[in-house]
C-alpha cells in the first residue's frame, strides 16, 4: 500500500468502479426480451445478443423485429392514439410527470445499464445523460399541461414512428417520447440494435406507471426493422442517425403525405479566436470533441483557431489530452470509455487511415485492446483531406488554422453539414458576429455541447431539418388547424407552335423580363405563356442568391416599407387584375401585402428559461432562396400567400406560379418592378409545375420548398428534395382569399431556429 503522502505526490488512484450487481440481476432475471407492445412484453423471437462493448460479453438477448411485429406494434399505437389525443392534457401530463419521477428514483440503474451496454463512462451518464432524461419528462409535462392553451386548435399528427441511434440511447428516446406524447401522439419506437436496453427498462417504466396499454410501444431490432416502421401507416416518423440512412428515409417517404424529422450527422466547426480564453477553450475540446468518446452527432471535431495563438492552444490542449483517462466505464474516474462496438472502431480506424495517407498527422488517437481509442487530433491536414470531410464519430479531432475572422467564417461554413458549432472569444461584438454568421442550427459561445429541454435542437442542410426542445419541438409533433380543400390539378399542358412573333409575355429572373432558355411557349388564359426549365430555373435560383444579402440587410422595417409599397402599387391597379382574378381575391391580396408588411418586422425569437446563467437565444432566420410552387387555383392570392411570408422574412425565392392561370402573377412581376422590390428577391418561371418544381427541389442552392399541390408532382418534389434533403412544406389547400390563409404558421415555415447558447457571469 502505498503511504497517503505518496499519493499525494503523485496523484494516483485506483479504480473506483460503480456497483452493477442489480443491473446483472435485472437481466438475469428477464432472460431473452420481446418487444413492448399493448402494454406488455411479446414471446422473444428470433433474437441477437446485445453485448458490454468493453469486454464483449453478453448482456441479454434481444428480439429481431419483424415486418409483423412493427405492423402489430403500430395498430396497438393507433387504437391507443385515440383516447390518448382525447384526453385533457392535464391528464397526460399527470402520466409525463410520473415517468418522470420513476425515472428519477431509477437514476442510478439506468444509468449503469447504460454504461454497461453502450460503454459511455458511468460519470457522463449519471451526470449529464439521465439528469436530461428527466428535465425532458418533467419540461414536457409542463408542455401537455398548458397544450390546449398554447397550440389553441391544434392537433396531434396520430402515430408517430422514432428510430434512434445508440450514441445515446435513453437520452434520444427522451427527446422523441416526450414530446410526442405531450401532443397527443402515440409511439412506436425502434432502438439502435447496440444499444436496446435502456428503452426495454423505459418500458417497464411506462408499465409500471399504467400507461394506457399502446401509448409508447418498443420493437428491437436493427436497419430491417428500422425499415419496416418507416414503411408502415403512421402519420409522423422522427429519425436521428447518419445521413444516409436519413436520405433512404425521406425517399421511401416520399409519396406517403408522412410528416418527418431528420437529425443527422455533423462536423461541426470549433472556433478559438485569437481572443479567446485558451484554457477555458481547451476545457471546451474536452466537452465538445472527446465527450462520449466523440459519438456525438454535435461534436465540434473541427478545431479552428487563430494563427496567433495556435501554437500555445495546442500545447495546453496536448497536456490536458495525457491526463484524460481512458478506461473502464463504470469506473468513476474514467474519462474516456468504450466505443459502442467493434465496428465503429473499425470505421474510425478506416477514416483515420485515410486521412494520414492524404498528408495528416495523427497526434495521439491510439487504438487499444478491444473497443477502445485514445482521444487524439489530426494536424497538418488539408481541406480536401477526408478526415476532414467525413464524420468520424470517434475521439478524434482536426487542427487547423486561420488568420481573420473572415477566414474562420468561411472554414467553419466549408461542410455540406449545418448541427452546431463552438465560438470561444472574450470579444462579445466577435463571438456574436461569428455565431450570426456561421451555418448551423445552434451556436455555443465560450461552451460546448449544452443541452436543455426547452431549448430547440436540430440543424440544416445535410443534417437534416426539424427541432427537438421546447416550443418549437412541440410544433413538429402538431398539425396546425385548417380547413382544408382541394386544389385542382393543373390541366395538361400543351406546348404552342413557335410563331416568331416577339411575345411581350416573359419570365420574370433578376429583377428584367427574360425569354424562357428553350425559347417555347404554351398557351393559357388566351396567351402565350413562357415555358420555363431547368436552366431557367438554374438562372433564377442564380439571381435569388444574389440578391439575398441586400434583402436580408434591409432588416424587418426595411422589407415593411418594400411590402406596403406593394400594397400601395397593386391597390392602383385593382382594376387591371380584375381581369385575372376576381374582385375579391384580388382585395385579399392588398390585404395580405399590408398583413405581411406589419409583420416583417414582428416575427421575433425568443430567450428561453434554460439553464440558469445562460442566456438561450432562439431565433428565426430566413431560410435563404426558396421555391415556391403556387396553388393552381387562386392564381394572385395562393401566389402572393406563399410570396409575401417567404419574402418579408428576409428570403429571397423562385417561384412557379399556377400553371392554368399564370398571367396574374406574370402581371405582377411588372408591380414588383415598380415597387422597390429589388431584383432578384422574386423570381417567377412559368411552365410545367412538376418538372419545375423537382428541378427546384434538386437545385442545391435552394434551401427550403413549399409546394401547394398534391399528387405524383409532389412526391416527384419530394423524392428530389430527399437527395439535396431540402425540407419540403406543403401548404394546406384552402380558400386562398380567406384571412385564415395567412398568419404565423406561414412566416414559421418561411423561417428555422438558430440557437445561440451564451453563458453570462464571469
Ligand atoms: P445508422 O444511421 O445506421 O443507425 C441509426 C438508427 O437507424 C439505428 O436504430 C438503426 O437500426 C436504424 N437504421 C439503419 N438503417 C435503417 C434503414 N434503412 N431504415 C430505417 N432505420 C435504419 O447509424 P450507424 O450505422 O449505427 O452508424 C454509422 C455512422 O452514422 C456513425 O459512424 C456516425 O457517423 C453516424 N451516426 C450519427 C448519429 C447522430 O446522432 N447523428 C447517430 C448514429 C450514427
Not at 750 to 762: D, E, F, N, Q, V
Request: hydrophobic share 45%; proline share 7%; charged share 20%.
Amino acid at each position: 500500500m502505498p503511504k497517503v503522502t505518496e499519493i499525494m505526490e503523485s496523484m494516483e488512484y485506483g479504480p473506483a468502479p460503480e456497483d452493477s450487481a442489480a443491473v446483472r440481476d435485472w437481466l438475469r432475471d428477464r432472460g431473452a426480451f420481446g418487444h413492448f407492445i399493448a402494454g406488455r412484453f411479446t414471446r422473444p423471437g428470433q433474437t441477437f445478443a446485445s453485448r458490454d462493448p468493453s469486454t464483449g460479453e453478453e448482456l441479454a438477448q434481444v428480439t429481431q423485429g419483424t415486418a409483423r411485429d412493427v405492423a402489430k406494434a403500430v395498430r396497438a399505437a393507433r387504437r391507443a392514439q385515440r383516447g390518448w389525443g382525447a384526453m385533457p392534457g392535464h391528464d397526460r401530463a399527470r402520466f409525463l410527470y410520473a415517468i418522470a419521477r420513476t425515472i428519477q428514483k431509477r437514476e442510478r440503474f439506468l444509468a449503469v445499464l447504460e454504461t454497461l451496454d453502450n460503454g459511455k463512462p458511468i460519470r457522463e451518464g449519471r451526470d449529464i445523460d439521465l439528469p436530461l432524461v428527466v428535465r425532458h419528462f418533467y419540461h414536457h409535462a409542463g408542455w401537455a399541461e398548458l397544450a390546449e392553451s398554447e397550440f389553441p386548435g391544434h392537433r396531434a399528427l396520430g402515430v408517430c414512428g422514432q428510430i434512434i441511434p445508440w450514441n445515446f440511447p435513453l437520452l434520444m428516446l427522451a427527446w422523441k417520447v416526450a414530446p410526442a406524447l405531450a401532443a397527443g401522439n402515440t409511439v412506436v419506437l425502434k432502438p439502435a440494435e447496440y444499444t436496446p436496453l435502456t428503452a426495454l427498462a423505459f418500458a417497464d417504466i411506462c408499465a409500471h406507471v399504467g400507461l394506457p396499454a399502446g401509448v409508447v410501444n418498443i420493437v428491437t431490432g436493427d436497419g430491417d426493422t428500422g425499415e419496416a416502421l418507416v414503411a408502415a401507416p403512421v402519420d409522423k416518423l422522427a429519425f436521428t442517425g447518419s445521413t444516409e440512412v436519413g436520405r433512404q428515409i425521406a425517399r421511401a417517404c416520399a409519396g406517403s403525405g408522412k410528416a418527418l424529422t431528420l437529425e443527422l450527422g455533423g462536423k461541426s466547426p470549433f472556433v478559438v479566436m485569437a481572443d479567446a480564453d485558451l484554457d477555458a477553450a481547451v476545457e471546451g475540446v474536452v466537452d465538445g470533441v472527446w465527450f462520449n468518446q466523440g459519438q456525438v452527432c454535435c461534436a465540434g471535431s473541427r478545431i479552428l483557431v487563430a494563427e496567433s495563438v495556435a501554437e500555445r492552444f495546442e500545447t495546453l490542449l496536448r497536456a490536458r489530452m495525457a491526463r484524460l483517462r481512458v478506461g473502464p466505464p463504470l469506473d468513476k474516474s474514467t474519462d474516456i470509455g468504450a466505443l459502442v462496438d467493434p465496428v465503429q472502431k473499425e470505421r474510425i480506424l478506416s477514416i483515420l487511415g485515410a486521412a494520414v495517407s492524404a498528408g495528416a498527422e495523427l497526434v495521439g488517437g491510439l487504438p487499444g485492446r478491444g473497443c477502445f481509442i485514445a482521444p487524439g487530433y489530426l494536424r497538418n491536414i488539408a481541406p480536401a483531406n477526408p478526415g476532414m470531410i467525413e464524420e468520424i464519430f470517434g475521439p478524434i479531432a482536426t487542427l487547423s488554422t486561420f488568420r481573420t475572422p473572415d477566414e474562420a467564417a468561411d472554414l467553419a461554413n466549408n461542410t455540406r453539414y449545418g448541427l452546431a458549432a463552438s465560438v470561444w472569444s472574450e470579444n462579445a461584438a466577435v463571438a456574436t458576429d461569428l455565431a450570426a454568421r456561421i451555418k448551423a442550427g445552434v451556436v455555443w459561445v465560450n461552451c460546448a455541447n449544452l443541452f436543455d429541454a426547452a431549448v430547440p435542437f436540430g440543424g440544416m442542410r445535410d443534417s437534416g431539418y426539424g427541432r427537438e426542445g421546447g416550443r418549437e419541438g412541440m410544433l413538429d409533433y402538431l398539425a396546425a388547424p385548417v380547413a382544408a380543400q382541394r386544389d385542382p390539378l393543373p390541366a395538361e399542358i400543351v406546348p404552342a407552335e413557335a410563331s416568331g412573333i416577339d411575345r411581350t409575355v416573359k419570365l420574370y429572373i433578376g429583377g428584367a423580363q427574360k425569354r424562357p432558355d428553350g425559347g417555347a411557349s404554351y398557351a393559357a388564359e388566351g396567351e402565350l405563356i413562357p415555358l420555363g426549365n431547368r436552366k431557367d430555373i438554374r438562372n433564377a435560383v442564380e439571381a435569388a442568391q444574389g440578391s439575398l444579402a441586400k434583402w436580408q440587410g434591409l432588416g424587418g422595417h426595411g422589407r415593411a416599407q418594400v411590402l406596403y409599397f406593394l400594397a400601395e402599387n397593386l391597390a392602383q391597379r385593382r382594376a387591371e387584375f380584375a381581369g385575372f382574378a376576381s374582385p375579391a381575391e384580388v382585395d385579399a391580396a392588398i390585404r395580405r401585402c399590408f398583413f405581411y408588411a406589419g409583420f416583417a418586422d414582428k416575427y421575433d425569437g425568443a430567450t428561453v428559461a434554460a439553464k440558469p446563467g445562460h442566456l438561450c437565444h432562439v431565433q428565426p432566420e430566413p431560410h435563404g432562396v426558396m421555391g415556391l410552387v403556387a396553388p393552381v387555383a387562386a392564381p394572385l392570392a395562393g401566389f402572393l400567400s406563399l410570396v409575401l411570408p417567404a419574402i418579408a422574412m428576409g428570403n429571397s425565392v423562385v417561384a412557379v406560379p399556377s400553371q392554368d392561370l399564370p398571367m396574374a402573377a406574370l402581371t405582377l412581376a411588372q408591380v414588383l418592378a415598380c415597387s422597390d422590390v429589388p431584383g432578384g428577391v422574386v423570381n417567377i418561371v412559368t411552365g410545367p409545375r412538376d418538372a419545375l418544381s423537382a428541378a427546384l427541389a434538386g437545385h442545391d442552392g435552394v434551401s427550403a420548398i413549399w409546394h401547394a399541390g398534391q399528387g405524383e408532382g409532389l412526391a416527384a418534389t419530394r423524392a428530389a428534395a430527399a437527395a439535396t434533403l431540402i425540407p419540403v412544406w406543403v401548404p394546406p389547400p384552402r380558400d386562398w382569399s380567406d384571412p385564415a390563409a395567412q398568419g404565423r404558421e406561414f412566416l414559421r415555415a418561411a423561417s428555422r431556429i438558430k440557437t445561440i447558447w451564451l453563458p453570462y457571469g464571469a
